[in-house]
């Protein structure tokens, strides 16, 4: 027995549109059995990983709190993965980012600075995740070297880097040991009275836009769709193929770090071991669920963030693993795929080998 | 037995999970696939080679279990990849994070447990000659891995199979013209793979720590994908590798031991920094391309 593969002559835009919907509702479906499996009640567990996220109020809150950074992630990496460029350490360029936007607050502690700190760290923190995601996006262009491999083993030298600074030079002296940095004086003002909504989500919306419009009505937008899909035809009309890896990847490093100073100001206001709940691998799920589209991925986000909201919850109600929440996030990374190629291919089972 | 005897054994050990996981994942780019998954797969095997290791007692029923789910994951990765030719990065990217959520769900249950590693050969007579222990008292697991490593440098330049395999992974459009099933070839490599990493997964749990908690495998599974570049595909090349790599890691382990004032931070990042150090220097010396032509690539028959 074996698949064969049959290209579909063309794709009709609402199957592609739909595609990533009927991949979550198999995941789901998946994720039933699991739980299933482990004894307790699919039911039940739909219940608290989908619908309670979305229904009580503090959890809707919570949920633009947990999209917004993954939004802007999968924004970035989405113009890497368009060209065919695989940055998998935007987790990395999140946690740098983050470093580096804390030094203004941590080096003016106690001092009458205004309230330009939050802007100027904002605008560092997206300089560090640029800086960062250069090395990966420069030892590609003079020396060749797979970009897969440095952006992800870069990841394991930010952690390190952060768990350093945070016991180390930059400790709160008054912290009782803890490994974590004074409280930050400067902080994203809140949007809404008496929740946690920080004006952080803010930036997401127009982070999209701008992404959309860059992608669609400009010739380096262009350039990157070009390159992805056929690198021939971009060389032969003349884009810069090293440009393009750098531009790209500053442009997914700079949102990676930008996102992880926005979550250090609008809602950890330290720095301290684990600020990323892995933020940077889940953007991964929500880009390819987003199927690259800036508007799409805001469904993306949305969705994850639901889970991964849904996943807490689950470990206190229902006493489920927050790990079963990966194991979703990797099956639904896997139906949007398998969907994604049955959009493109009328898919046969055939008997008989080849 | 010597110091020299005791370092060599120790880099030994060190190198073993990343000499097999990097041996699978070799063949598989052979034969044209980029599997990513191999963190994913090995974090799979830890934690099914201790789980049932534990429950039954056995260690050949843990080492079954985890070769098993090595094999079970990437039969996983063939459906999507080759099944459905969908991009490779991404599939084995999805394969890591399931591989890990998934080692958490099956070891939950067995933090904190603590078991008797899988011992050392020993040979009276021989083990206990000078030199006796490096060459006759090593773990089984490391025998496996040599035989592993020598099988596969046969496998590849010496028999049909291995030449077939070779031209399937150099360019899958001739190969297919000449009537060789590629998508079976690939197949083939891709659960050979699965079971390497699987193995090398048991060997973590079973052997080197020898207990399970989350997290273990700590990047030797991308450490794995490294070498395979760092060797230019190579099997002999990946062996040495593999070894230079356990070395470097021994290296830091006793200088974090010995506390020399560097941070331990430092240290610890000293294995992730040297993979990227010598991908560098690999590619930067290269003159002409080494990695299979058709890597990475999806394939689609027409009929």
Partial sequence: ????????????????????????????????????????????????????????????????????????????????????????????????????????????????????????????????????????????????????????????????????????????????????????????????????????????????????????????????????????AARFAGFDAGRMVIASFLISGGLAGL????????????????????????????????????????????????????????????????????????????????????????????AGGR | ??????????????????????????????????????????????ACGFAVAILTGSTILGILAAVGAGIALSAVFAFLVLGLAANQVASGLALTILGLGLSGLVGAGFVGTNREAVPAIFIPGLTTLPGGALLFGQNPFVYASLAIAFGTLWFLSRSRAGLTLRSVGESHVSAHSLGLKVLKVRLMAILFGGACAGLAGAYLSLVYTPFWSPGMTAGRGWIALALVVFASWRPLRLLFGAYLFGGATVLQLHAQAASIGFPSQLLSAFPYVATILALVVMSAGRRSATAPGSLGTPFVPDR
């Avoid at chain 1, 194991?327 to 139906?335: P, S, W």
């Fill in chain 1, 1 to 232: 027995m074996r698949l064969e593969l049959v290209p579909r002559g063309d794709v009709s835009p609402v199957a592609r549109l739909l595609s990533p919907v009927a991949a979550l509702a198999v995941a789901i479906l998946i994720g039933g059995i699991v739980v299933a499996l482990m004894g307790r009640s699919p039911m039940a567990a739909l219940q608290v990983y989908f619908v309670e996220p979305l229904t009580e109020g503090w959890a809707q809150q919570e949920l633009l709190i947990k999209a917004t950074p993954l939004l802007i992630i999968a924004v970035g990496l989405s113009f890497c993965f368009r060209a065919n460029l695989w940055n998998i350490g935007a987790e990395g360029q999140f946690i740098i980012g983050a470093l580096a936007g804390s030094i203004l607050p941590i080096w003016l502690h106690g001092t009458e600075a205004g309230w330009w700190v939050i802007p100027a760290s904002l605008a560092m923190g997206a300089l560090g995740g640029m800086a960062f995601a250069l090395i990966p996006a420069m030892l590609r262009v003079s020396f060749g070297v797979s970009e897969i491999l440095t952006s992800l083993m870069l990841v394991y030298v930010a952690d390190l880097t952060l768990d350093y600074l945070v016991r180390g030079p930059w400790r709160d002296p008054k912290g009782f040991n803890f490994p974590q940095t004074v409280s930050f004086d400067w902080t994203l003002p809140y949007i809404a009275e008496g929740g946690r909504l920080h004006a952080g989500i803010l930036v997401a919306p127009l982070v999209v836009l701008a992404a959309w419009f860059v992608m669609t009505r400009t010739l380096f937008g262009f350039g990157i769709r070009v390159a992805g899909e056929s690198p021939k």
């Fill in chain 1, 259 to 350: 996102a992880g100073m926005i979550e250090v100001l609008g809602q950890i206001h330290q720095l301290k071991p684990g600020i990323s709940p892995g933020y940077g691998f889940t953007a991964i799920t929500v880009a390819f669920l987003g199927r690259l589209h800036p508007l799409g991925m805001v469904f993306g986000a949305l969705v994850i963030a639901v889970t991964v909201i849904g996943g807490e919850n689950a470990q206190i109600a229902l006493k489920l693993p927050l790990d079963l929440t990966r194991v979703f996030q990797g099956v639904l990374l896997m139906c949007v795929l398998a969907a994604d190629a049955m959009v493109s291919y009328r898919v046969r089972i055939v």
């Fill in chain 2, 1 to 46: 037995m010597g110091i020299w005897e005791a370092v060599l054994i120790t880099v030994i050990t060190a190198a073993t999970p990343l000499l097999i996981a990097g041996m699978g994942e070799l063949v598989v780019e052979k034969s044209g696939v980029l599997n990513l998954g191999i963190e994913g797969m090995m974090a799979v095997g830890a």
